[in-house]
């Protein structure tokens, strides 16, 4: 009787061992694939923070350098884009920020990147909370600005951000 079944273990060993090894490369294939995601995740997260620093970069020279309604203010190109961090800390290669030459709808514009959207609109002073339009002291006139900003992962992900701000001319301009 014995002879009969000193085969069948090598059969059912071999049978396992193929089980096993098709759930590893099954489970391999997951990770690969849950790598692939994140790193995108990660690319696409590391441009859209490069375009919020644009659109920060672009807030502070509307503030220094807007001072009437038809001020214009010169923005990074994508020919000469704005490196954020070192080399140290991306290796591969350093996000960057620049004037997106795109509108919101994708079609291709000639303007800048950032300008003004109205000449001026009148809202309430300091402290106020009433957005009536209306004359007299206590009400200053502030310059309504367009931005729009590319941010750019040295792999080529790119996230675009168009922003609107306002700014105060000074003495009520």
Do not use: C
Request: glycine letters at 10%.
């Amino acid at each position: 009787m014995r002879r009969r079944e000193s085969g069948s273990a090598l059969i059912i060993t071999v049978m396992v061992m193929l089980l096993l090894g098709a759930i590893g490369l099954s489970a391999l294939d997951t990770v690969m694939r849950d790598q692939q995601v994140a790193g995108f995740q990660n690319r696409s997260s590391e441009a859209f923070y490069a375009a919020e620093a644009g659109v920060s970069a672009a807030k502070d020279l509307i503030r220094q350098n807007v001072f009437s309604p038809t001020d214009t203010v010169p923005f990074a190109t994508a020919a000469a884009p704005v490196l954020i961090g070192d080399s140290y800390t991306y290796p591969y290669g350093q996000p960057q920020y620049y004037g997106d030459p795109r509108a919101y709808d994708g079609a291709a514009v000639a303007d800048d990147p950032i300008k003004s959207l109205n000449r001026t609109s009148t809202v309430a002073g300091a402290g106020g909370s009433n957005m009536r339009q209306g004359t007299g002291a206590n009400w200053n006139k502030f310059a309504l600005v367009q931005i729009r900003v590319a941010g750019q992962t040295a792999d080529g992900a790119v996230s675009h951000i168009e922003a609107v701000t306002t700014n105060q001319m000074p003495g009520g301009y």
